[in-house]
Structure formats: C-alpha cells, structure tokens
C-alpha cells in the first residue's frame, strides 16, 4: 500500500471518505443529524477540520484507484489544535443552522466532553481521525496506514491518544498497542466513547 501526506489538492476526496466513512457513527451519526434530515451539511462539516490539519502535515492517505481516498488518518501534532479560532467559528455556524436548537446544545455539549477527556499533562500524537472509504473495508489499509504512522510516532518518541466512536473499532485500536484509558458517553442516545492511550513502542 503506497500512503503519503495530503496536499491542499486532497481535500476533496479526503473529505468525501470521512463523511461517509462517519454518516452511520453510533457517536456522531445522531450528533450531526439535520433538522431536515438530509446529509448535504456532512461534507461542509468535515472540510473544516481537513483543511485545519492539512498545512500541519498531519494528514496522509492512501489513494484508491477511482481518485478517491481510500483510507485517512489525520495524526495531530503536539501542541496543534484541530481548527483554528475562524474555523471554529465556521463549524458552530454551520451546525447552528443545520441543527435543531435541542440538538445543538447537544452537540456543544459532547464537543466539551471530548475537550474534558483530552490528556494535556505531556507531549503526544493525537489521531484525530481514521476512515476508510466503504468501498476498500475489510482489507485492513485503514489498519496498515496506521500501523506506518505509528511507527513514526515511536521514532519521534511519542505516545498516541485518540477517542473510539465505535465500540467494533476499540479491538482494532488494542491490537495497534492502544490501551483504554477512560470515557464518556454521547450526549443524545448515550453511545460510549472510548480513551485509548499508546506508550511508545521499541523499534525492532
């Protein structure tokens, strides 16, 4: 599998694989669930935070053979937010307008449970996102794109952190050297979050 880091080129298939790689989450398929029911709002939404990690370097891929972006892993660096304060911004915009009111204060209030649950007592890697476009799962790319990149973490000397929407994930993530560390529950039907944590591994 041939994986390199994602260019401002990329955004459009990188996002178009997370949107539909996340649209049945157990975590944030009720979150960003619209008023009207439509999905146009998922790819707007996703788009900030490939854009707010793409000039950080912090995205890679693997291409599939359609031009699409088979698998992705947006891997933050320390000290790297997710968006910036304007795209932040962008993204309350967004889901104000799409979201019921209920539903907005829901999805702030989630958003705040995951900010509660970040570790930020030293240096580390934080993925932030890993989807594998429906058409190439179940041929493990999304768990080789990962094990490559934690490789590098281990050569920097960094642990990992991420949070598993989908408790059919967590075994995949275990078996990367991800250990359970903590978790929330969603804020709308009570789906498990769960906190993983990865020490750095010996180099072979």
């Known amino acids: 599998m041939q994986t390199r880091s994602a260019t401002p080129a990329d955004a459009d298939a990188i996002t178009a694989t997370i949107a539909l790689a996340f649209r049945d989450d157990p975590v944030w398929g009720p979150a960003l669930e619209a008023a009207d029911g439509s999905s146009a709002h998922l790819e707007p939404f996703w788009r900030f935070f490939v854009e707010g990690a793409i000039p950080h370097g912090a995205v890679r891929l693997a291409d599939g053979p359609g ?38 204060d829901a999805y702030q209030r989630l958003w705040k449970r995951f900010e509660e649950s970040h570790p930020h007592d030293g240096p580390h890697m934080y993925l932030s996102l890993l989807a594998t476009h429906p058409d190439h799962r179940g041929r493990g790319i999304g768990q080789e794109l990962l094990a490559e990149s934690l490789r590098a ?38 789906a498990a979050v769960t906190t993983m944590w990865r020490e750095v591994q010996p180099i072979d």
């Open 153 to 190: 973490f281990d050569a920097q000397g960094l642990p990992a952190y991420l949070e598993s929407t989908n408790p059919a994930n967590d075994h995949r993530y275990e078996r990367a050297g991800f250990r359970p560390v903590g978790g929330f529950r969603s804020v709308i039907d009570g």
């Open 67 to 104: 031009g699409e972006a088979s698998t992705v892993a947006i891997l933050l660096p320390p000290d790297v937010a997710e968006l910036t304060d304007e795209q932040e911004a962008g993204v309350d915009a967004l889901m104000r307008r799409t979201l019921t009111p209920d539903r907005f």
